[in-house]
Structures are given as structure tokens and as C-alpha cells.
């Protein structure tokens, strides 16, 4: 995306924006997945991972806690994975292009 022919074609403006939301998207996912790997320390201890989603609720409040808690269950459960998410965040965006 950082180069092609539409970045080509977007304004000053519209490039920032895309760079913006880009590091703001990016910094949210290393969020996520610092959090979900916090729980995932305990696969095996369903009460040390509840104490963990409530110092989450307490921190940043239900809608922020949640995400990740269902996430970190359906892990456990194996219906999903860390993976991907983790090769996300492996390249942050640029600084500017």
C-alpha cells in the first residue's frame, strides 16, 4: 500500500490520514494481542484469567476488557488462533512516505 498507484494519487492530506489510522490501527493490535498473551500465561487456571479480565474491566471498562477475554477463550478452546495477529503486528507502518 505504501507506494502504489493510489498512494500515488492521494492528496498530502489523505496520505497523513492513511498513516495515521494506520499507526493507530497497529498500536491497538499490539494492545490486544500484549493482553491476550497476559491471560494466556494461565490456559490451564480459569480463576487466575478471570482475576486478570476483571483487572482489565476495572482498568479500561467492560467494552475494552471484553475483546480480548472472549478472544483468549476461543484460543483456549481452539477455535482461534494468536497467530496471525501476531504476524500483524511484526511490521509497524511507516513514519511517513
Known amino acids: 500500500m505504501w507506494g502504489g498507484k493510489l498512494w500515488e494519487l492521494m492528496s498530502e492530506e489523505d496520505r497523513q490520514r492513511e498513516l495515521k489510522w494506520a499507526k493507530e490501527k497497529h498500536t491497538a493490535l499490539v494492545w490486544f494481542v500484549s493482553h491476550c498473551r497476559q491471560a494466556l500465561e494461565f490456559p490451564r487456571d480459569p480463576k487466575a484469567r478471570r482475576a486478570i479480565y476483571e483487572s ?11 475483546g480480548p477475554a472472549k ?7 481452539g477455535d482461534a488462533s494468536l497467530n496471525s495477529l501476531e504476524k500483524m503486528i511484526e511490521k ?3 513514519d511517513s512516505v
Not at 482498568?59 to 476488557?65: E, F, I, L, N, S
Not at 478472544?71 to 478452546?77: D, G, R, Y
Open 71 to 77: 478472544f483468549v477463550e476461543a484460543v483456549i478452546k
Open 92 to 94: 509497524s507502518p511507516p
Open 56 to 66: 482489565w474491566r476495572r482498568q479500561y471498562g467492560d467494552d475494552r476488557a471484553r
